[in-house]
């Protein structure tokens, strides 16, 4: 139908309609007359509906109490008094995205589903949930997700308990998440950007039940809200449900303001401040300097947008000046940018990571003085070409790695909304970005450099410095302040703290009502596509080459990988190939400078990748295949360049530069520091899965701890062995580059082939013919049982095995299972109950199995809440209602929508892991006819994984060595053994 602005539609006001092309959409934009509420719809053809509701959430202090009140909300309403409605959700809904996020500035309850009745259900129990949450009258569930007080009997030492307060314990032992935290505090002293939105764990337990409270009635009321709504739905339908179901029982009010714009410095603040390490770890060059700016006002989009691009051209590429710069003065191991343009006053700030301390004074300098020089000399047209092009693709590509475009341009609406009073302020990107273009030859970036770095005092050079053993001194600290505390506490006081703990607990444990979990909208199985999705590959040839097609709309877009199957390998040479992979792309060619290799990837191309992978045979699960793929994207008028460009990388790169060498050994040795310290659950399960199974035990030593050892020795040695590296690098290049053992895979439109073929026939009779057979040699296992240090509070905890090794088969309702282990059994018992941040179960078509934990305060606890899984199943009942949730919460794992990559990338995975699409469909119909006996007789199964007693914790020094026992070996993550 046709809308009529100013026309009133079941109460809201119909303001503004305009196209924009930049999101495939028409954008709709209505007040609702009574409560002030904005709301945003983005009509378009997108099947993946997406709905959100976000509140401006200002903080006035680092309490954490918007972050508290983002999971709190969700844990019952008054339509929905279930415990966990969003866990329900999560069980049993079609949803293709579920989730809520902390901002700085605001807190976003996003929902997306392909389903139309599913997506109407979502949208009520969220808007249920934020205005009418139990939070108001229930204390404990701020107990269970804020913090409280522990303490089960007079003589225990009493602790600190949360889901949040445990999760920035995690959050705050990394050293770049303390060094932001810590750079946006102070360049924003007199905002609401001074206070820490998730909390910092010190001032967590300063935040009262009565305050939590009033925030929420302050700040969640639709008049303090934007609603967006995207996708094919019916905007007549949804705006009259909206209204007569939520926002018609309010009246307007005031919408929550605070300050936001920090007055400009009039000089540069300098601060440093001290990080933890753990005592194993060397002092030296252990310093981490930072140097940022406030770099005006994201409303001004040109700016921002500009400053973006800005800092892609300087720090972001291998052709990065100042970068490569900082680099070449080998003043630390890492160095980095990042531009934060989602606040309302964007900061830009370069990080230099683990230097001495001397190094702090030159950091600046250097900064500086080229900064002068590229505002004096200019910077190089096609530097900025290149970032421009790389921006430009992003954009139109509008890939965002699985996640919903919705929600991206959700985002984006709601900060125009809140900073520019325009709903479409950042979603219209194709002006600015022609402006920049023409700008950008009269000068455009050197001024920005100019006014925005040089001449700018809003500016903080701050300097972090390493502290053996501070996470343990913090936690002793943390637990002598509660000792005190409790020795000043009443007897009444304490046998209060008694009675609220075992009451939580008791809560903590009830089942919900069987009458509460009814009142929860819900879908049935015949809502559920009986059909398997199928990706299927052609295989074929494209002249004397093996090629895999993969049919499909891309608008204009090839996406290729060419695929190298690898002879046997061995031990050693496999840490030396995830280095070669990581080289490739970023080294000079014999033609080529790596900087001018990275300005020609981004002025003709998408990307070009380099990975390796090891594909196991779900019907021979000893025989493995590896591969090493170079994967690129152009548009179709680029395929020349592209081709040419990947057989160039591939080919010709040189190894024998040295200095260049050493640089990227540190950059990806740092990657892997982060990785330990924010993701040690996936770190830990690369780990466990060495000690039994050879494709993880091949993972791991290419790109898992043991690679991250690798790259640490190699470092300290590179000097005297730089020589033999640079042989084995060109050796193992020769190994893996023939046409003999490649596949070609593309994914493009059928009718776009004729135009390309030749470019990837010339690619592949570029590379030699060596006859060697693929193949893959057995490797030893680690030994099991390893406790990896790293400094901070918390623990990532992974137990599993392979149930295919003992003699069990693999059924789709395993992947039921799955979802009830993880949703209902963890999640109870270790998130809820036991205060981790997550909790999850792993379990796929190949065997792996793993329950794993994420910024857990636990350990031993954990290990035993593990190995009671299967009495847990052998007692498990479930209502025919309650077993359809589960199941349909498994097809929403199943049923993601893909883009045309992604379902290419399905493709090929399926060819060569040999997944047929019967296969696919048997798995489906073992998931929809799954029922509690199966569930039951699945116990077994978990049992004989969980006593084979492997297991692998990334973790804190005081925890792991109070429970010493429990391991073969302690590791010291970033130290000696």
């Known amino acids: 139908m046709t809308l009529i602005l100013k026309e009133n539609y079941s109460g809201f006001s119909f303001l503004e309609v305009r196209q924009i092309p930049e999101a495939n959409s028409k954008g709709y934009h209505f007040i609702h007359e009574k409560t002030g509420a904005e709301l945003v719809y983005l009509s378009n053809d997108d099947e993946n509906k997406v709905f959100s509701i976000a509140f401006r959430t200002l903080p006035e202090d680092s309490t954490g109490v918007f972050h508290i009140l983002e999971h709190s909300v969700l844990c019952g309403s008054k339509n929905y008094p279930s415990k966990e409605p969003f866990v329900e959700l999560l069980k049993g809904s079609l949803k293709t995205f579920l989730n809520a996020f902390t901002f700085p500035d605001k807190t976003m309850y996003p929902v997306a589903s392909t389903n139309a009745k599913d997506f109407r259900n979502l949208i009520t129990v969220y808007l249920d949930a934020v205005f009418y949450p139990n939070l108001l009258q229930d204390p404990e569930i701020f107990m269970q997700e804020g913090w409280h007080y522990e303490l089960e009997n007079p003589d225990e030492a009493m602790t600190l308990k949360g889901v949040v ?314 637990h002598q302040t509660l000792q005190r505390k409790k020795e000043k506490f009443s007897d009444a006081d304490i046998k209060e703290i008694i009675k609220k703990t075992k009451e939580l607990k008791a809560r903590q444990s009830r089942a919900d009502r069987p009458e509460d979990l009814e009142k929860l909208p819900h879908l049935t199985l015949s809502d559920v596509e009986p059909v398997a999705k199928q990706y299927i590959a052609t295989l074929g040839a494209l002249g004397k080459q093996k090629l895999l097609h993969y049919d499909i709309f891309t608008n204009q877009i090839v996406y290729s990988t060419l695929f190298f199957e690898l002879p046997p390998l061995e031990e050693t040479e496999i840490p030396l190939l995830g280095l070669f992979t990581a080289l490739l792309g970023k080294l000079s060619t014999s033609k080529k400078s790596y900087q001018d290799l990275s300005k020609s990837m981004d002025i003709h191309t998408g990307g070009i990748n380099f990975s390796l992978g090891i594909y196991t045979d779900e019907k021979n699960p000893d025989h493995h295949r590896v591969c090493f793929t170079i994967s690129g994207k152009a548009l179709l008028d680029k395929t020349q360049e592209m081709t040419a460009l990947m057989g160039e990388i591939a080919l010709d790169t040189q190894f024998n530069q040295k200095q260049r060498i050493l640089e990227l050994l540190r950059e990806l040795k740092s990657s892997h520091e982060f990785s330990l310290m924010s993701s040690g659950h996936n770190v830990a399960a690369n780990r466990l899965s060495a000690y039994y199974s050879q494709s993880g035990r091949f993972a791991e030593l290419l790109s898992g701890f043991s690679f991250y050892q690798y790259l640490s020795q190699l470092e300290k040695t590179f000097e005297e062995r730089f020589e033999e590296i640079s042989v084995q690098l060109k050796n193992i290049k020769k190994r893996i580059f023939s046409r003999s053992n490649l596949t070609i895979g593309l994914v493009n439109p059928q009718q776009d082939m004729e135009s390309i073929s030749d470019y990837f026939s010339a690619l592949a009779e570029s590379f030699p013919e060596i006859q060697s057979k693929p193949g893959f040699k057995n490797l030893d296992f680690l030994s099991k049982n390893e406790a990896i240090i790293i400094p901070g509070n918390v623990q990532y905890i992974v137990q599993g095995y392979n149930f295919r090794s003992l003699g069990y088969k693999y059924s789709g309702a395993l992947q039921v299972l799955k979802q009830i282990l993880g949703l209902d059994y963890l999640w109870n018992r270790i998130r809820v109950q036991g205060g981790a941040y997550g909790a999850f179960a792993n379990i796929n078509r190949l065997g792996q199995t793993a329950f794993l934990t994420y910024r857990d305060p636990n350990l031993k606890n954990t290990l035993d809440i593990y190995r009671q899984a299967a009495d847990y199943l052998r007692k498990f009942d479930a209502s025919p209602r309650e077993m359809s949730k589960y199941i349909l919460g498994t097809i929403s794992q199943l049923d993601q929508p893909l883009t045309p990559a992604a379902q290419g990338g399905a493709a090929f995975m399926h060819y060569w892991g040999n997944i047929q699409p019967a296969d696919l469909q048997r798995s489906r119909d073992e998931i929809l006819s799954a029922s509690p006996d199966m569930i039951r007789s699945s116990a077994e199964l978990i049992e004989a994984v969980i006593n084979q007693e492997y297991f692998c914790v990334v973790g804190s020094e005081q925890k792991i060595k109070a429970d010493a026992q429990l391991f073969n070996r302690l590791i010291p993550a970033f130290g000696s053994e």
Not at 418 to 447: D, M, S, V, W
């Open 165 to 478: 307060y445990n999760e920035m314990l995690g959050a705050f032992s990394a050293p770049e998440q303390v060094l932001w935290r810590k750079t946006k505090s102070l360049l924003f002293p007199d905002t609401i950007y001074n206070g820490e939105s998730g909390g910092d764990p010190e001032e967590i337990p300063a935040l009262t039940y009565e305050r939590f409270c009033e925030f929420h009635k302050k700040c969640y009321h639709p008049s303090n809200s934007v609603i967006v709504l995207y996708g094919n739905g019916n905007i007549e339908s949804d705006l009259a449900f909206i209204d007569s179901a939520y926002l018609s029982q309010f009246s307007r009010s005031q919408a929550v303001s605070g300050p936001m714009m920090q007055a400009p410095f009039s000089k540069e603040k300098v601060h440093s401040l001290k990080y933890a390490i753990s005592r194993e770890e060397p002092l030296e060059s252990k310093n981490w300097f930072s140097y940022s700016w406030v770099t005006g006002d994201s409303v001004n989009y040109e700016t921002a947008m500009g400053l973006d691009i800005l800092n892609e051209i300087l720090m972001g590429t291998p052709a990065s000046p100042l970068k490569n710069t900082l680099l070449a003065a080998n003043l630390g191991q890492d160095v980095y940018a990042l531009f934060e343009q989602g606040i309302r006053q964007p900061i830009w700030s370069i990080t230099l990571k683990n230097a001495p301390l001397e190094s702090r004074e030159p950091f600046r300098r250097i900064i500086f003085d080229t900064l002068a020089d590229l505002k004096k000399n200019g910077i190089e047209a096609d530097l900025i070409e290149a970032a421009l092009n790389s921006l430009e693709f992003r954009l139109r590509e509008s890939d965002f790695g699985g996640f919903p475009k919705g929600i991206v341009y959700a985002i984006s609406a709601v900060d125009g909304v809140f900073f520019a009073n325009n709903p479409f302020h950042y979603l219209e990107y194709e002006q600015t970005l022609k402006k920049i273009r023409t700008a950008a030859q009269h000068g455009f970036f050197e001024q920005l450099i100019q006014q925005y770095l040089l001449e700018n005092k809003h500016s903080l050079l701050l300097t972090m410095e390493p502290e053996p053993g501070l996470a343990e001194k913090r936690a002793e600290t943390t």
